[in-house]
Structures are given as C-alpha cells and as structure tokens.
C-alpha cells in the first residue's frame, strides 16, 4: 500500500497545487474523451465512426508520470511523447483547444485535421509525439544535442511505455545519448502491459532504470504512481541535465485504468485488476493531502477543479464549433516552399 | 576565365565542398554519420570537414541509424539544418522508420507546423562486385513515398549545386550520391565523376531534368550511370545517322515531367533507362507519364531497360548481365528504330 502523502513533502505547496490541478484537467479531459470517442459509435462499434475515430488511447490514471516531470520544464524544453500523448501535452502547456480539434479532425487543429490523436505537434511549447513505439526517443535526442551545440541548458524529455524499452530505438538512444553526454531523460511509463503483454513476459529485468548501468548513466525508480516521488525524481534528472551531467531513466509505476485502446476487450487482465487501482488513485491521495494543509482551503481545491475543468469544456466546445478541413487541403503541406 | 575553367574536382569534393560552404554560411548546418569525421566518409563527401569545423560540427556517429537520423530530425524541428550520412542506401533497411514514418510525415500530420530542414545523403549503385547488400540504388523506394525530395546528380558540378540547394531547401532531401561518380582512387576511373566546379557557392535546382544530348530520334531518359552509358550509346548511334537525345533526370521526386513530354514530342520514341529493380519502378513511372500525357504523339512503344527484378550478383559477369550498359541502350534503340 502506498505512503504518500503521509508525510510533509520538501515539495512546494504551489508545485504541489500545479500538479494537482493538471492532473484533474488530464483526468477530466480523458473522460470527456472517452464518452466524444463514443458519440457515433452505438448500438455497434464501428472504429472509423463518429465524433472521433480512429484509435483512441486513453492515459486515465498515468497522470503523475507526466506532470511529476513537466512541473520542471519551461517552454525551451522539448518534449516527445508516444501514442498515449495527452497527458504529456496537457502537462506541457500544449494549446488545448487546437489539440482537441486536432482530434476531431478539425481544421483549426494543431495539424489541420492531417495528424490526429497520435500526432500532435505544438512547436510553440516544443512537444511532438508519434504512433510508433520508441520512435520519438531519437527526436529528443537531437532536441537534447541542439541544446548542447546552442550552449543552452534546455533540456529534451522523451515519454515511452515500459513496451518501448525493449525496442531498438531506446538501446541506441541512450547509448548515443551517454556517449555526447547529452541533457536528455527518458521517462518510462510501466502500466504493467505492452497492449496485452504484461511487462514480465516481455523485459528481462525487474524495472527499465536498472538498463541505465549499461549505458554508464543515472537511473531512478518511482513506485506506487506517486507524484510527489515522481517530482523529486525528475527534479534531480532535470538538474543532473542541465548541469552537463547527462542522461537518466526514471521508470515510473504506474496504472492505467483503461485498456489499450478505447473498444480493448481487456481479456489479458482479472477483472477485480481495475477497480483495485483505482482504490489507489493518485489524485484522491493528492487531494486528501493537500485538503489536510492548513495552507489549502476545500474552497481553493474546488477553485482549482473548476478551473481546470473549465479550459478543458472550452476547449471542447472550440472543437465541436470549428469546420472540417476542405477535402482539397488534403493535398497541402507535404511540402513547405 | 581560363583559369577557371581549369578547375576540375572529383565528384567526392565538390559535395564536400558544398557543405563546407555552406557550414560556413550558416552555424546552424552540420553534419553526422558514420566515418564522417577523420575518415571524411567512405565514399569521401565529408572530406576536410572535420579538420575546418572540428568535432562539435562533424559528428561520428555509432553503428545506430535508427538513433542518429532519429537525432537529426529532432535537430532539424528545433531549427537546425543537420546533413545526415547513410552509408550505403541498402542500409536503409535498419532506419526506414525514422526516415519514412517520420522524416517525411512530420511536416504533413503537423499541417506544414513544423519543418525538418535536412539532407539524408547516401550513397547508391553497383557495378564494382559488392554485391547484393551494397549495390542497389533504390531510387523508386524512396521516390514512391510522398514527403522527401529525391535527388541523384550525375556529375560533379551538379552534386555541388545539388548540395547547396537540398541544404537551403526546408524540406527533408534525399540525396543520392553514385559510388562510381565519386571519382575516388581506388575505384574504376571515370572521365565523367571529373569535372569543371566553380570555386564560389551556386546552386542547381532540385526539380529540373536536363538535356545533355540534343537529337531527334529518340529519346533516352536515364538517371547517374544511366546518364552517362546513354550518352556512350548515342555516340556511337550517331555514327550510324541516329540522333538520340539524352536526359538526365537528376531528380526523382518531383519529376520533371515538362523536359520528358518535350522532348518525346520532338522525337516520338521513347528508351528508359534505370540501375533500378525493373518493376514498379522510375522506368515505369516516366513511361506512365508520357503514355497518359504524349501518347498520340509516339510512334514506337515506349521501352525500358533495367535490373530485371533479381538481386545484384556478386560475380562479375552476372552482375554486368544485370546492370544496363551502354551496349544494351545500343542495341535496344537499333531494335526500335528497326520496328518503326
């Protein structure tokens, strides 16, 4: 059973109040999601139907993977998230309207209705993500080397599910990346499952931060999908790599509470697995926490919800009101001139 | 001007010759691979580079394609204008991810937000017994997919040009390099892979073929060696009263449609010639372009030679069995002028 939050953190109370209310703005995002991914999509499930088609991965309950590390970013960081990229957008300042616009495939979105969920890119915060596993880890590399050729001390972050640890793309990166010396951390995501494959029958060592000795770099492990472990992990990575110290992988324990994809039948896991999860939900523990601070009134929490849940319904109702693309724009943007 | 004229770099130095220029024009250009530092690239287009810019700006890479062209794209979103090396063009294999489901789509699915302002050069071609691993061009591999210029200049003078324009350009560029054009030492001595390059930076364009033999009998549309084995051939055709016309490609994608449908137009008979696979490839995608759009004005069928759909072989006359030299281009035009 986890222990966080049990005890008074050497976390500041405004970082503390910045995750929390991301991480109700991912949450509360997700869940619009998940019933717009259904809009269209009854009595029969049809994947190419609907509000928004298409596959849709959902990071309900990965939540602190994402801001435990982005709370230590600024705009100059660069960040590459894989094909479950919500919660790193959302944790990154991505625009939310133009993301979730993007997602409905409209014109106003971050690629014009031509990238959709899995492609998302917003230059203005420096956050890409892609549909293929470990992929945009050799992206953040060359973010990480651009730093250090500019003499700059922004740093490059790339996301990836334990799955992707055991791709070619996550040996050559760190190895590359230990070999420069660059300021880039890999931020593993173990949700337990590679889709259906649990992480047991598919890595052959108990946590990917152990794979850092063989780069000759830090590693770090976050139990329990605890934020606050999550923050304290990051800060050292992030401090470690912008003072020319070189990469880390931090694996973080975490829990996702959906399958795979909106429409996974889930047969791979127990069905008591979810609900025993969500017994642990690293929000409530957050929230309890900072409910106990003598700092934090119910009202300033309720503040914060509200808040966050109202960017989030705007920017769903900028999505719901933006146009479709003209079909012939379809045949714009291959190349720029 | 006669002294410029007497200018003569092997097809190896005027690309690195083109880097280097423009490594000194823009901060932001640099250059990575394997061997590209001290060893100047295997095929030479790196050469000087390492001893002028030094190691920050000249970066060997490890055996990690995957990881290091990953690295150049991720440079190349953050503004950089990276020159990447992929050794031999059949490496591709171990790195297609980064190059196609990323390099080339990137700037589309951000709907033209993002730019990847880079060069992936590679070396192509055989004709030197290296086999089926290290001999292939895969020119239509790279020009079927849509997102990446595709360019492979055919004497020294164009690679310098060629270079300078793929590394302005803001869009990723392929572009391929012919092992056997690079005049290196120690391989075959060719006169073509020398040539007049003018010292000072100019550029050639990444989307125009070129005539480099007029004539009004046929035309002969080839691309690197091709080029030059048709050129070989038309000579001696001449002797025989047939002016053949010969194009150099110089870029796959975009195609120059416009210099192929004018000069078909002229001589009504049409050869493609390809050191590609045969089938689905450049030699088709030309021949489909006049045959939708000159097809009335032909009067033979349009013919094509190229590697017949097998793997390069190793052997020597195997391998010259396979690649088009300049007697096939004879001996098929004699056939053509023959049935019409």
């Given amino acids: 059973?986890?222990?966080?939050?049990?005890?008074?953190?050497?976390?500041?109370?405004?970082?503390?109040?910045?995750?929390?209310?991301?991480?109700?703005?991912?949450?509360?995002?997700?869940?619009?999601?998940?019933?717009?991914?259904?809009?269209?999509?009854?009595?029969?499930?049809?994947?190419?139907?609907?509000?928004?088609?298409?596959?849709?991965?959902?990071?309900?309950?990965?939540?602190?993977?994402?801001?435990?590390?982005?709370?230590?970013?600024?705009?100059?960081?660069?960040?590459?998230?894989?094909?479950?990229?919500?919660?790193?957008?959302?944790?990154k300042g991505v625009d939310l309207k133009k993301m979730t616009a993007e997602i409905f495939g409209k014109e106003t979105g971050l690629g014009k209705g031509k990238g959709g969920h899995m492609h998302l890119f917003d230059p203005e915060v420096k956050f890409s993500c892609g549909g293929i596993v470990g992929a945009g880890i050799p992206h953040a590399v060359g973010a990480a080397m651009t730093s250090k050729m500019k003499g700059k001390d922004s740093v490059a972050v790339a996301f990836i599910g334990e799955g992707a640890a055991n791709a070619g793309a996550f040996h050559e990166s760190l190895n590359l990346a230990a070999v420069w010396n660059l300021p880039l951390?890999?931020?593993?995501?173990?949700?337990?499952?590679?889709?259906?494959?649990?992480?047991?029958?598919?890595?052959?060592?108990?946590s990917n931060d152990l794979r850092a000795s063989a780069y000759g770099i830090a590693g770090a492990y976050v139990k329990d999908n605890d934020p606050i472990a999550m923050y304290k992990a990051s800060e050292e990575a992030v401090a470690r790599a912008r003072n020319g110290q070189g990469p880390t992988i931090i694996e973080i324990?975490?829990?996702?509470?959906?399958?795979?994809?909106?429409?996974?039948?889930?047969?791979?896991?127990?069905?008591?697995?979810?609900?025993?999860?969500?017994?642990?939900?690293?929000?409530?523990?957050?929230?309890?926490?900072?409910?106990?601070?003598?700092?934090?009134?119910?009202?300033?929490?309720?503040?914060?919800?509200?808040?966050?849940?109202?960017?989030?319904?705007?920017?769903?109702?900028?999505?719901?009101?933006?146009?479709?693309?003209?079909?012939?724009?379809?045949?714009?943007?291959?190349?720029?001139? | 001007m006669e002294t410029a004229k007497k200018r003569m770099l092997t097809g190896n130095k005027a690309m690195a010759e083109a880097i280097s220029q423009e490594m000194e024009k823009d901060p932001n250009v640099f250059v990575l691979g394997e061997d590209i530092g001290k060893y100047g690239g295997i095929f030479g287009s790196t050469q000087g580079l390492i001893e002028k810019f030094g190691p920050e700006r000249v970066l060997d890479t490890p055996i990690s394609e995957t990881a290091f062209i990953g690295a150049a794209i991720g440079a190349a979103a953050e503004g950089m204008r990276p020159v990447a090396e992929l050794m031999f063009v059949d490496f591709f294999g171990v790195c297609m991810d980064q190059i196609y489901n990323h390099m080339a789509k990137i700037p589309?699915?951000?709907?033209?937000?993002?730019?990847?302002?880079?060069?992936?050069?590679?070396?192509?071609?055989?004709?030197?017994?290296?086999?089926?691993?290290h001999?292939?061009?895969?020119?239509?591999?790279?020009?079927?997919?849509?997102?990446?210029?595709?360019?492979?200049?055919?004497?020294?003078?164009d690679l310098k040009g060629m270079m300078v324009s793929a590394i302005r350009d803001d869009n990723p560029v392929v572009f391929m390099f012919h092992k056997s054009l690079q005049g290196l030492g120690w391989m075959k001595q060719l006169d073509v892979a020398v040539d007049h390059v003018p010292e000072e930076s100019y550029t050639v364009p990444l989307d125009k073929a070129k005539v480099v033999r007029e004539g009004k009998d046929v035309t002969i549309v080839g691309i690197q060696m091709m080029t030059h084995y048709a050129v070989e051939a038309a000579e001696r055709l001449a002797k025989e009263g047939i002016e053949a016309e010969v194009i150099d490609l110089r870029s796959l994608a975009p195609i120059d449609k416009d210099t192929i449908i004018e000069s078909v137009k002229k001589t009504h008979r049409?050869?493609?010639?390809?050191?590609?696979?045969?089938?689905?490839?450049?030699?088709?995608?030309?021949?489909?372009?006049v045959a939708e759009e000159a097809f009335f004005e032909m009067e033979a069928p349009i013919s094509r030679l190229a590697i017949p759909d097998v793997p390069i072989p190793y052997s020597g006359v195997l391998e010259d069995f396979v690649i088009p030299g300049p007697n096939n281009i004879y001996e098929q035009v004699k056939k053509m002028m023959d049935e019409a």
């Avoid at chain 1, 049990?6 to 869940?31: C, F, G, H, N, T």
């Avoid at chain 1, 951390?185 to 108990?206: H, R």
């Avoid at chain 1, 957050?286 to 966050?308: F, N, P």
């Fill in chain 2, 135 to 157: 001999s292939q061009t895969l020119y239509a591999t790279f020009a079927h997919m849509p997102g990446m210029k595709v360019v492979a200049p055919s004497n020294p003078y």
């Fill in chain 2, 108 to 133: 589309y699915m951000s709907g033209g937000n993002v730019k990847l302002p880079m060069v992936l050069m590679t070396s192509v071609g055989g004709g030197y017994r290296d086999a089926a691993q």
């Fill in chain 1, 185 to 206: 951390i890999v931020v593993v995501e173990d949700n337990s499952y590679g889709i259906s494959v649990p992480k047991k029958a598919s890595t052959s060592v108990e």
């Fill in chain 1, 253 to 337: 324990e975490t829990y996702r509470y959906l399958g795979h994809f909106q429409g996974d039948p889930e047969l791979y896991r127990d069905e008591t697995e979810v609900p025993g999860l969500r017994q642990l939900d690293p929000i409530t523990k957050l929230r309890k926490m900072l409910s106990e601070s003598e700092s934090v009134s119910e009202a300033d929490l309720e503040t914060m919800e509200k808040r966050a849940k109202q960017e989030v319904d705007e920017a769903y109702q900028f999505a719901r009101d933006s146009s479709y693309p003209d079909p012939e724009s379809a045949l714009k943007d291959v190349f720029s001139s």
């Fill in chain 2, 270 to 289: 049409l050869l493609v010639v390809d050191e590609d696979y045969l089938s689905y490839g450049m030699t088709a995608e030309v021949s489909a372009i």
């Fill in chain 1, 1 to 91: 059973m986890t222990k966080f939050g049990e005890k008074q953190p050497a976390v500041s109370l405004e970082k503390l109040e910045w995750m929390y209310e991301q991480m109700v703005k991912i949450r509360y995002y997700e869940d619009q999601m998940a019933e717009a991914y259904m809009e269209g999509k009854t009595p029969v499930f049809n994947i190419g139907a609907g509000t928004v088609p298409g596959e849709m991965h959902l990071a309900t309950g990965q939540e602190p993977a994402a801001v435990g590390i982005c709370v230590h970013l600024t705009k100059e960081d660069t960040v590459t998230a894989p094909h479950r990229p919500h919660h790193h957008a959302i944790a």
